[in-house]
């Protein structure tokens, strides 16, 4: 499972299997907005999800 995370200062991707995580670049953040509208919502922290395809090609 992955999640998506809004911090004050970066937006993280973290892989609930391994315990890694990683800050988004601007354009993935962008990406990842598109794949799940709800982040575009200022009240939503975090999404949860099996599989995020606008981030699969990244490491």
Do not use: F
């Not at 809004?6 to 601007?26: F, M, V």
């Amino acid at each position: 499972m992955y999640y998506v995370k809004k911090y004050a200062d970066c937006w993280a991707i973290h892989n609930d299997d391994n315990g890694k995580s990683r800050p988004l670049t601007e354009a993935e953040v962008l990406a990842v907005q598109e794949e799940y509208p709800s982040l575009k919502d200022p009240k939503t922290c975090t999404i949860y999800a099996d599989q995020i395809d606008s981030l699969e090609s990244k490491p």
